[in-house]
């Protein structure tokens, strides 16, 4: 009897075995969403720290620029390496992995003493980001059932991605202001293992698929993304306004990621295990996707890189209270995320990326017109509250669109695609929004101190010319960095623009393509999910 009593307790109260699958269901989406956004503030946690981390280490200015970029070119050249090694091995295995190797290169980072110590340790962060970001967003797809639970828990993953910048800022600003910078590291510890072993339990493991690794793919596509990486960081104009494009580092390495790429896309047309089937990129929708991330992330660089500058130099904000000024943005980010994650089964992804396109670039374009008198309340919090609007909505239906009907030997491969235009256009804004508004900077000092000299001269004063290097008086430098933070602003609203037009001409998927209603599931997802009921039972 007592061998029928479970049967028997499932039968009577079908209720409480549902009740149970939701809050493993729930336990997974926050497992996944923990840990996207400590890859997500990584960056921006760390940015707040590097004074405090010059001063402790002795770096060097140029040095000091490679604690970011070994994180960004490790982890924007891996990632599809990262998804792959997911679809191939495992995505609960691989997560686990990268959350583990994060855990322990945020330890030993956070003991640093000397400069290679500290870059061998962000260097590692960015390995672990890559297994866990595309693994992270694949897991979605294959734990939750489409239709309306994996819409919200994509509005959950959107809201992490978008909003993390700003939490990264707060988080930063309140762990340097109170205890040191070693803590932007060694907060990611406690996270990371706690998570990691939750993992363990809420997760369920994908199926292994038959395959081996493309080795060549993998080494072309590594090398090229990390040198494009590479070479467009330190491609931009710096403070002084001197242009680093004809560098030969820059020159070099541009040019060795175009051979690389153009070659990597030579083998994955012709290798029988592919390390990204260009089949994933035969939906024009999906396609679409990708790019808009893109040109998102090239034009949303700008909003915390520029802004922070503003608010700190400009309006004289210390950086805790710099990372505050931003929480508007990371809460509206979060509030329309899951707006739209509960609208877009009934409304489509296409409406929802048409509105926050267009929104996006109003709002861009309202920050171009910032000036030196420009306040937080009647200058700043206006275009950053329409922005973020723009945003929100865009983040759930590009998720969705870039992983809808994808294989699910694929999807590992797909979700690693979005997150690589994500890193390759903060890379690019760097580069091109950058050159734009050091240059403008470096044009509009040169322009006022000549004024100025001019101006002293038929008074009969004599003014001192300025000397390259020299301390530049604060109003003339204040006005130079809002001019050219302003014209910063007008290319990326451009940029959005241009995603804009990209939302029209590609993206045409149907409503009832995100609502569950296809007659047609892909078999690898619908075989997953069941694995999941099985193991909930």
């Known amino acids: ?135 992270a967003l694949a897991l979605i797809t294959t734990t939750l059932p489409e239709g309306a639970q994996r819409n919200r828990a994509m509005g959950v993953y959107a809201a992490m991605s978008g909003g993390g910048a700003a939490v990264g800022l707060i988080a930063g600003g309140l762990l340097t202001t109170y205890l040191s910078w070693r803590w932007v590291m060694f907060v990611n510890v406690p996270i990371g293992i706690v998570t990691a072993i939750l993992a363990g339990y809420v997760l369920s493991e994908s199926t292994r698929r038959r395959g081996r690794f493309d080795l060549p793919g993998a080494i072309t596509s590594t090398a090229g993304v990390a040198l494009l990486v590479y070479g467009l960081s330190n491609a931009s104009t710096d403070q002084a306004g001197v242009s680093h494009w004809t560098d030969a580092k820059v020159i070099v390495s541009l040019a060795a990621a175009v051979v690389l790429l153009v070659t990597f896309a030579l083998i994955e047309s012709r290798s029988r295990h592919a390390l990204m089937p260009l089949r994933i990129l035969e939906n024009r929708s999906r396609t679409g996707a990708y790019v808009v991330m893109l040109c998102l992330a090239t034009a949303m660089f700008g909003i915390f890189f520029f802004l922070t500058i503003f608010v700190q130099e400009v309006l004289g904000y210390s950086a805790l209270r710099s990372g505050v000024a931003f929480l508007p943005f990371a809460g509206t980010v979060v509030l329309m995320s899951g707006v739209v994650s509960q609208l877009i089964s009934r409304v489509g992804a296409r409406p929802f990326m048409v509105a926050g396109a267009s929104i996006t670039a109003v709002g861009m374009y309202w920050f171009s017109h910032l000036t030196v008198h420009s306040q937080y309340v009647s200058g700043l919090l206006g275009p950053m509250l329409v922005t973020s609007v723009g945003l929100g909505m865009l983040f759930v239906p590009l998720s969705l669109v870039a992983l809808n009907k994808v294989r699910g030997e694929d999807s590992g491969v797909a979700s690693s695609l979005l ?25 509009s000092i040169k322009h006022q101190v000549a004024q100025a000299a001019a101006a002293g001269g038929r008074a009969g004063l004599h003014l001192p010319a300025g000397k390259a290097g020299g301390t530049v008086p604060a109003p003339i430098l204040h006005q130079a960095l809002a001019v050219g933070i302003s014209r910063g602003f007008l290319v990326a609203a451009g940029i959005a623009v241009l995603a804009l037009i990209v939302v029209l001409f590609t993206i045409r998927l149907r409503r009832e393509d995100l609502a569950g209603a296809s007659p047609m599931p892909a078999v690898a997802d619908t075989d997953e999910v069941r694995d999941l009921e099985s193991s909930l039972a």
């Open 1 to 135: 009897m007592s061998s029928t009593q479970p049967a028997t307790s499932r039968a009577i109260n079908p209720g409480a075995h549902a009740a149970d699958g939701n809050r493993r269901l729930g336990l997974a989406l926050f497992v996944i969403a923990t840990a996207q956004l400590m890859v997500v503030l990584d960056s921006a946690i760390v940015n707040v720290a590097l004074p405090h981390i010059q001063r402790a280490l002795g770096f060097s200015g140029n040095g000091l620029e490679w604690v970011v970029t070994a994180y960004a070119v490790t982890f924007g050249g891996l990632l599809l390496l990262g998804g792959r090694s997911g679809d191939l091995l495992g995505r609960r295995r691989i997560f686990i992995a990268g959350l583990l190797l994060f855990s322990l290169a945020s330890l030993f980072g956070g003991f640093a003493t000397s400069e290679a110590w500290l870059l061998i340790a962000r260097a590692a962060q960015g390995v672990g980001g890559a297994m866990i970001a595309p693994t």
């Open 419 to 443: 997150n690589t235009g994500q890193q390759v256009g903060g890379a690019i804004g760097l580069a091109a929004l950058g050159t734009v508004t050091w240059t403008v900077v470096s044009n």
